[in-house]
């Protein structure tokens, strides 16, 4: 479908659900969709994601970026914070999804990469049961599969185990690939990691090193990159940001690398090369 229409479709099931006064709609603009909403216009930037052995891009992360309104210079997960309940963030954040659908579509060099989505850790307390399902009449709305869909939760290590480890295995069933975000920030427990089963752990910045303490970071990272094949999980080191960093990634074992180093958040794609990907 073409992404004209697309965005119409998905306006007029939005005002449908919002009533005659909603004001949230997807709209183009110079060839990029934006998105009205939480009082706010919002964008998408996409981050690439390296193989560290080849250097070649194997996928997208889709970022929220703020054009307009009240969130300008905030981090955009502020907008998130003015949700006045469960389900309205849990709407919130499908549409933030959609809109870097849309804007994914626009990408024809993509083809073959994975992208990479994050989701709300309240969506995985506010939905009970189904997790991926309405997400999945959303993809197939725009011709695409959750087999191409990296969907990227986060752990704080607080959560009951057993029911983020029920959400991550009803996406996985789906066809879903699901990461661990910033793993080391809140917790760096491998138990709740082999209970939880990811495809993919993303380690967080903490862990990648800075000047004085890159051999201190070699050790750790390779230790954890050893243990995440263990358990069958490959892992992204974020925020690589200078050369230094790159080689204790490498060295490291690490498969696969994101940060300012291997490039920075845009508004297109960088063409993907190389059918690797994390598994």
Request: with cysteine.
């Amino acid at each position: 479908m073409p992404l004209d229409d697309l965005v119409h479709d998905f306006n007029t099931r939005s005002h449908l659900l919002q009533g005659a006064g909603g004001e949230e709609c997807f709209e183009i603009v110079d060839g990029q969709v934006r998105a009205r909403m939480a009082g706010s216009v919002f964008g998408t930037l996409f981050q690439p994601i390296v193989d560290c052995r080849s250097g070649r891009v194997v996928g997208h992360e889709a970022l929220l970026r703020v054009i307009e309104g009240p969130w300008v210079g905030l981090p955009p997960q502020a907008a998130y914070l003015d949700m006045p309940d469960d389900p309205s963030l849990v709407q919130l954040d499908r549409r933030v999804r959609t809109l870097h659908l849309l804007n994914f579509l626009q990408q024809q060099a993509q083809e073959g990469g994975f992208l990479a989505l994050n989701v709300h850790s309240q969506l995985l307390r506010g939905v009970h049961a189904n997790h991926g399902l309405a997400f999945e009449a959303i993809l197939a709305h725009c011709g695409l599969t959750p087999e191409g869909i990296v969907l990227e939760i986060p752990d704080d290590g607080f959560d009951p185990l057993r029911r983020l480890a029920g959400a991550l295995e009803a996406y996985r069933a789906r066809g879903y690939r699901v990461a661990i975000d910033n793993f080391g920030r809140h917790t760096a427990s491998l138990e709740r990691l082999e209970v939880l089963a990811p495809d993919i752990v993303k380690l967080d910045r903490s862990l990648v090193g800075h000047a004085g303490h890159l051999n201190l970071a070699r050790r750790v990272i390779t230790e954890l990159a050893e243990e995440l094949r263990r358990i069958g999980a490959s892992a992204i080191c974020q925020c690589v940001e200078s050369p230094m960093q790159s080689q204790v990634a490498k060295e490291a074992g690490v498969e696969f690398m994101q940060g300012f180093l291997v490039g920075r958040p845009a508004a297109r794609c960088l063409p993907v090369a190389g059918p690797r990907s994390p598994r």
